[in-house]
């Protein structure tokens, strides 16, 4: 089974232009062009499932459509797509921000779908969607470290309560390097698919291991990739895997 995570960025793109003619400008201008390279390039990966984060669900510079949605169905996916924010959230009184969501899309049946919400940081959504032999948790952990630790331990306490294999997709801004996660992996057992670390962030020169893809015991990694594309200011990670017993 393929899974591809991808810090889209809400479809902004990333260099050229992006900071003109003032810095972040790009962060407002349309995106419709650029989303469908973005499907273009999801479209010659072929992903069973599709973890995305940084998904604009229906602002101006998307016209009005959700991305996440609009990418379902160019593809023929099943579309789950929340706010990153709760509903007592500032963020959502922002024009823009308020658009702002995290997805998943899957052909594969899904069982069951829980939207989780950490206490600390601005960015809390956990999306739990549980498959026939597999629970993913996609995140987007906060950019403050203090915030990011208090956030993980409760996703600990989050997938000690499935009793099926684990894959936790995600950006987790994980600026002091992976070692950011090493109470997190020994205490729930899980193990970075990325095996010689290869970094992800910013795509145009990555020197950042800050997106993840982490998965449970009984999941075989049958390979396991970075594709050198630039659509985004973050690389995407593709994984196929396998349930060790099938």
Same mark, same amino acid.
């Given at each position: 089974?393929?899974?591809?995570?991808?810090?889209?960025?809400?479809?902004?793109?990333?260099?050229?232009?992006?900071?003109?003619?003032?810095?972040?400008?790009?962060?407002?201008?349309?995106?419709?062009?650029?989303?469908?390279?973005?499907?273009?390039?999801?479209?010659?990966?072929?992903?069973?499932?599709?973890?995305?984060?940084?998904?604009?669900?229906?602002? +101006? !510079?998307?016209?009005?459509?959700?991305?996440? %949605? &609009?990418?379902?169905?160019?593809?023929?996916? =099943?579309?789950? /797509?929340?706010?990153?924010?709760?509903?007592?959230?500032?963020?959502?009184?922002?024009?823009?921000?308020?658009?702002?969501?995290?997805?998943?899309?899957?052909?594969?049946?899904?069982?069951?779908?829980?939207?989780?919400?950490?206490?600390?940081?601005?960015?809390?959504?956990?999306?739990?969607?549980?498959?026939?032999?597999?629970?993913?948790?996609?995140?987007?952990?906060?950019?403050? +470290? !203090?915030?990011?630790?208090?956030?993980?331990? %409760? &996703?600990?306490?989050?997938?000690?309560?499935? =009793?099926?294999? /684990?894959?936790?997709?995600?950006?987790?801004?994980?600026?002091?390097?992976?070692?950011?996660?090493?109470?997190?992996?020994?205490?729930?057992?899980?193990?970075?698919?990325?095996?010689?670390?290869?970094?992800?962030?910013?795509?145009?020169?990555?020197?950042?291991?800050?997106?993840?893809?982490?998965?449970?015991?009984?999941?075989?990694?049958?390979?396991?990739?970075?594709?050198?594309?630039?659509?985004?200011?973050?690389?995407?990670?593709?994984?196929?895997?396998?349930?060790?017993?099938?």
């Amino acid at each position: 089974m393929r899974l591809l995570f991808y810090n889209i960025r809400y479809g902004t793109g990333h260099k050229k232009g992006y900071h003109l003619p003032l810095p972040f400008t790009g962060f407002f201008k349309p995106t419709v062009i650029n989303l469908h390279r973005i499907i273009s390039f999801i479209r010659s990966i072929d992903p069973d499932i599709i973890a995305l984060v940084e998904v604009d669900t229906g602002s +101006y !510079r998307a016209a009005y459509h959700c991305q996440a %949605q &609009l990418i379902a169905d160019k593809l023929g996916y =099943d579309c789950i /797509v929340e706010r990153k924010y709760q509903n007592d959230s500032l963020a959502l009184r922002v024009p823009l921000l308020n658009k702002q969501a995290n997805a998943l899309l899957t052909k594969q049946s899904v069982e069951q779908v829980q939207f989780h919400y950490f206490d600390k940081g601005v960015k809390r959504l956990v999306i739990q969607t549980d498959l026939r032999a597999v629970a993913i948790f996609i995140v987007h952990l906060s950019l403050k +470290y !203090r915030h990011r630790q208090n956030q993980l331990e %409760q &996703l600990h306490s989050l997938i000690q309560e499935t =009793d099926k294999e /684990v894959i936790v997709a995600g950006d987790f801004n994980t600026f002091w390097g992976s070692r950011e996660l090493s109470l997190f992996l020994a205490a729930t057992g899980l193990k970075n698919a990325n095996l010689f670390e290869k970094p992800s962030h910013p795509s145009h020169a990555p020197h950042r291991q800050i997106d993840f893809i982490l998965h449970s015991a009984g999941l075989s990694i049958d390979n396991f990739y970075i594709p050198d594309i630039r659509l985004s200011d973050h690389s995407p990670l593709v994984c196929d895997f396998s349930c060790v017993l099938d």
